[in-house]
């Protein structure tokens, strides 16, 4: 009981500090007030309500029950990082066996092998420099090589479900099954991705990603209550440590959203020019070039390739790779992370691009000439301001790893310390937050946080 009277009044407090927040409560009524933008809204929550809906429903002839506390495949899920990440990602669906079991990961998966293509495959990258017509086609090829991805993770899935309890397995696991258990997680993404899609165009924007963060977000009261039941269960546990373990998650996302919005501006002036009777140019804008413009890509990459060790098993080489707790694991990722942050950093980063562009439209950074000097400039910047990056990145891969060796956070809480879980809710809620802020700026209104310092407002 005491543990359930500690989450209660933790979400209580919560609720009483945003209601006593008259510019917040002012915001509100703002939104409702802009036609628009409630609909928007509105549509948005409906269409997050029905992702949510499907995360429960379970692939016909998949016995739920088989699969409950203190099963093989529940174990599998705790006791694997991989598995408990996507778990985390598909907001517990992927451990319900539920027709959106997948998630979005094959889409994110074949986004980035797409991203990848743009750079080395000059068909692909005349496709990104068409405009619009060619971001069409880009999703197009994105949306098939998701069904091939799927096509092979479906049967994976199915079969690591089936090694784990077979008995859930209500019509055994025949070919016919196991085609027509694919079909329908191949259909469940599918109908994720249109989801995202209609979010993007008519509700809030960012779609995919707002569903990525439902899922983590919706994992995170399971995850409280689990940490609470740990703290109250055990002879050193108790409520001086939860509320220790809370302040420290809440500096950890001060710490990340200072990462993601920090910048470095570039100056750059424009040259005067008389056209009619309007003058242009003359003004002195900025270059903002992102400390972390890689975002979450590092972690992912270094974390795809953190399980390689497991395809040999049986090895001294992946035994000190098994545990995510481990010296050589969390080393490993956070020199991975690192650079990969220089590698994805240098692919969406072209200094030449914007040297190009400044000198087409009469631009130029003061006491820099243009060309290559420009060039170089823009490049040492960009190194010198990634090396902190980097850093920071590589110590949000690795913090859940340290909550849980130093703290002894439980995993599942543990996953919203840091990684690919902290840095897409931060960085999702920051995009929300600028969309429904452009929206109020428009109609006159004050913004969200009116001594806030989100990134475009001016």
């Known amino acids: 009981m005491n ?28 939104i409702y007030k802009i036609e628009e933008l409630r609909k928007r809204v509105i549509y948005t929550i409906g269409l997050l309500l029905v992702y949510r ?21 529940a174990s599998q899920l705790e006791g694997n990082g991989l598995l408990g990440l ?6 517990g669906a992927f451990g319900n066996a539920a027709i959106f079991a997948l998630g979005v990961m094959p889409y994110i998966t074949a986004s980035i092998i797409i991203q990848l293509m743009g750079m080395m495959i000059p068909y692909f990258q005349k496709m990104q420099k068409e405009g619009e017509s060619g971001r069409r086609k880009m999703n197009q090829w994105t949306r098939f090589l998701t069904i091939g991805v799927l096509i092979l993770q479906g049967p994976a899935y199915i079969a690591n479900l089936y090694h784990q309890v077979p008995t859930a ?4 696991n025949s070919f016919g099954v196991v085609c027509l258990m694919t079909t329908i997680l191949i ?30 977000v919706a994992r995170l009261p399971h995850a409280l209550l689990a940490e609470v039941n740990a703290r109250f269960q055990t002879a050193t546990g108790s409520a001086i440590m939860l509320i220790l373990e809370l302040v420290l998650l809440f500096l950890v996302f001060m710490a990340t959203i200072a990462l993601v919005q920090a910048v470095r501006k570039v100056p750059v002036q424009y040259a005067k020019r008389i056209v009619g009777n309007k003058q242009y140019g003359g003004v002195r804008q900025y270059i903002p070039l992102k400390m972390n413009a890689a975002n979450v890509m590092p972690i992912i990459f270094a974390q795809a390739l953190m399980f390689i060790p497991a395809l040999f098993s049986g090895t001294a080489f992946a035994a000190a790779f ?43 950074i003061p006491g820099v000439k243009p060309g290559k000097q420009t060039v170089n400039y823009i490049d040492t910047i960009m190194t010198r301001i990634t090396l902190p990056g980097s850093f920071f990145l590589a110590i949000v891969a690795i ?41 109020l700026l428009m109609r006159h209104y004050d913004g969200l946080m009116k001594t806030g310092r989100i990134q475009g407002r001016h």
């Open 187 to 216: 259909a469940g993404t599918m109908f994720i991705m249109w989801l995202g899609e209609k979010i993007t165009d008519k509700g809030i924007g960012n779609g995919i990603s707002l569903i990525i963060m439902i899922g983590i």
């Open 86 to 91: 996507l778990n985390v990602f598909s907001g």
């Open 322 to 364: 098994s545990s995510m707790t481990g010296f050589w694991y969390n080393f490993t990722l956070a020199v991975l992370v690192i650079a990969f942050t220089y590698f994805y950093t240098a692919i969406i980063i072209n200094p030449q691009m914007m040297a190009d562009d400044m000198k087409r439209n009469g631009g130029f």
């Open 53 to 73: 809906l499907g995360s429960f429903v379970v692939i016909p002839g998949i016995n739920p029950n088989a699969l409950g506390e203190g099963s093989a495949y």
């Open 169 to 172: 397995f209500v019509y055994g």
């Open 3 to 30: 543990q359930y009277l500690v989450v209660g009044v933790v979400f209580l407090v919560v609720i009483a500090l945003l209601a006593t927040n008259k510019k917040l409560v002012e915001t509100l009524k703002n």
């Open 399 to 439: 913090l859940p790893a340290l909550a849980m060796k130093f703290l002894g956070i439980q995993q599942a809480f543990a996953y919203f310390y840091g990684g690919t879980s902290l840095l897409i809710m931060v960085g999702v809620v920051l995009d929300t937050l600028k969309q429904i802020e452009s929206y």
